[in-house]
């Protein structure tokens, strides 16, 4: 297995978009994420990411790390949810989406994203009136910066030592530089910015029934086809404040763990 490196979050600082002083259950969505990615296997270059958006917060309007979306009509990625099993560890998603303002601070982005170590980077034009009607700036461009999958191989047996939701991770709500990638994930849930989604009451039943899952992250709906691609984007209409999702994927122990959560979820 490939360890994950970790950073002391205590001692750094990114002015302009994140104090790991905060606490989790008083910062805002684009905080969570940004700390979210300085738990990824490569730290160092998500820092310097990081240091490069704070320096130029003007060129966008917000940004998400997550699994690539794909390019296909072949539909979701097979290893899109790679960063749910390893939740225990870290943050194993590939991909930075950046939302910029126009095609010129989209450019300027870009010209940054390539000190950062990137497989690839795009920029698109955003086209899509009905997704991005929450926009606050017309003409804005999306820039995808990806990096290479590290995808190994994990034993079962790993997570029945390492990873114990039963240590009641949610009665309290820590500093951003002290929380687990699951407790980020959680705290991301609850600044979903939906007013028909209660987390609160989701994360009480999750924490009564912790011997039934691994790890669970909220997201977009994972598309179909590439015609749907542009719903996976919606998270990005809410920031900084508020992540909008419409998806709560929940890794459950076995299959009858599954199908009791399922009931739960009915609720």
């Not at 606490?23 to 310097?48: D, F, V």
């Not at 390539?114 to 009905?130: A, G, L, M, S």
């Not at 994972?222 to 542009?230: F, I, K, S, Y």
Request: with cysteine; aromatic share 8%; charged share 20%.
């Amino acid at each position: 297995m490939i360890p994950f490196q970790k950073l002391n979050l205590s001692k750094l600082e990114l002015d302009g978009i994140v104090t790991f002083d905060t606490k989790l259950g008083s910062c805002s969505a684009q905080e969570i994420i940004a700390t979210l990615m300085l738990h990824q296997q490569n730290p160092l270059t998500m820092q310097r990411a990081l240091n490069d958006l704070a320096a130029h917060s003007k060129w966008w309007d917000g940004f998400v790390s997550g699994p690539a979306l794909p390019t296909t009509d072949q539909g979701a990625d097979p290893g899109s949810l790679t960063c749910l099993r390893d939740l225990w560890t870290g943050w194993n998603a590939d991909t930075l989406y950046i939302l910029a303002p126009n095609a010129i601070t989209a450019r300027s982005l870009r010209s940054l994203a390539q000190e950062w170590n990137c497989t690839h980077i795009d920029v698109y034009p955003i086209r899509f009136e009905k997704l991005f009607k929450r926009s606050r700036i017309k003409g804005q461009h999306l820039l995808v910066a990806h990096w290479q999958r590290t995808v190994y191989m994990v034993e079962e047996m790993d997570f029945g030592t390492t990873c114990d939701p039963t240590s009641h991770q949610f009665d309290r709500l820590p500093q951003l530089s002290e929380c687990s990638p699951q407790l980020l994930a959680a705290g991301l849930f609850l600044r979903h910015g939906s007013e028909k989604l209660h987390a609160p009451s989701i994360l009480d039943d999750l924490q009564a029934n912790s011997q039934l899952w691994y790890s669970f992250v909220a997201g977009p709906q994972l598309p179909n086809a590439d015609a749907e691609l542009e719903n996976c984007l919606v998270g990005l209409c809410g920031l900084p404040d508020n992540y909008w999702i419409d998806c709560l994927y929940i890794w459950a122990r076995n299959q009858v763990a599954a199908e009791q959560l399922q009931m739960i979820s009915r609720r």
